[in-house]
């Protein structure tokens, strides 16, 4: 406990860790045991804290220093705690049907399994398989067309979207200004009772960030915890050579935007990055996704049109339509054997995270 304590505590090169561990030292509590062997007292003083020893939210080994300002927005435990009651939270929507996680299941890496293209109210399909939501503090920009640059306006464009929550921010904070409940759960976390958009957004924005997976099996080996067997680590050889160049450790994205090489689809039309900068050089560009946690966040790709990672593998060797924008590394054929592809689905396996996908602190808060 005291180890895991100091490490995060040495951890230097980021301000923004001051704030929590002000934060963290709030929260200790100290406790005395008395015990008495043969009579003598002994006095033993543990640190306690009152909710947990974990920080809310520190940088893992070897990643990069996060993109979100923190010190713009302070984690506290209240504040991620009410983030998580409105990413749960139907009154968001409409007509209290929808809620954050409707599309974003926890056990899912936070994405939605069931279906291609997302559905939200009154069973509206939309035009976009949902994104995953793991290591947002590292994110540049958000959603496939990089639409949105800040998480903490995230949540208005599902809010507000027609085929989503359809609801106006003004409305939600009147229900739940009138709500019995959350006048109460804002005054714990902001010493008022007032709820406003922009508290609103934040904590959304504070339980999101919590969301950060790096203790996959992948992890574990590069900490020299585990190791990789022998398909594993010829999949991961093969996996740097034609894959990381895009979806670079380890976050598994560079953060930018690409074609790779789908097919248009005639119906949906979608040009991706174009549509947001109206740049010929950008048309079906698309954010490089996380490949974290891939195993479970199936289908695939931002139209969802892969139904499993053997049609991935079959897309970026035999599938690869060719168009002016297409990422260089992929004009010419991906040569992988069918034992190649079988070893680097089992290197991506490796990315399952089961203690993020099952972490009690990020379901359904009773
Ligand atoms: C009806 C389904 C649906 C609902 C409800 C929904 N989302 Fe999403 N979410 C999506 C889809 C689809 C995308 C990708 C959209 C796109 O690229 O155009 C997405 C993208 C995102 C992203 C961007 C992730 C990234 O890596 O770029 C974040 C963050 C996010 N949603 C958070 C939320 C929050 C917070 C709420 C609740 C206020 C919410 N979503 C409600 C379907 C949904
Ligand atoms: C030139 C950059 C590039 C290279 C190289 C590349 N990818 Fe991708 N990958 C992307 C982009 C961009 C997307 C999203 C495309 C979309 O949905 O329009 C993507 C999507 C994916 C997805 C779907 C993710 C999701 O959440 O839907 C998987 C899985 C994947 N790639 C695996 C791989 C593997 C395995 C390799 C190597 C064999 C590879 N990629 C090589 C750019 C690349």
Redesign the pocket.
Known sequence: MTKKYFSFLSRKNNSNCKLLIAKYFNKIQPLFIILKPMGIPIVLLFLASSDTFEPLFSVPQGFPKPVYDFTKNPLTIEKVELGRRLFYEPLLSRDGTISCASCHLSYTGFTHIDHSLSHGIDNRIGTR?SL?LVNLAWNKTFM?DGAVNHLDMQALAPLSSRDEMDENMAHVVQKLQQSNRYPRFFQQAFGDSSVTGERILKVISQFMLTLVSANAKYDKVMRNEASFNEYEAKGYEL?KK??A???TEPLFTHSG????G?KPDSILNDK?RMTITGRKEDSLL????T?RN?EV?YP???DGRLPN?QM??YH?TEGVYQSSTL?K??RLK?P?SEEDKVN?IAF?HTLTDETFLRNPKFQYLR
Request: aromatic share 16%.
């Open positions: 398989n995953a496939w996996f034609h894959c160049s895009c979806h935007f690409e074609n790779n789908l991706g698309f954010k490089v996704p490949l891939i966040t695939y790709m931002h990672l991935v593998l970026y990422a590394q992929l991906m992988l680097i991506l």
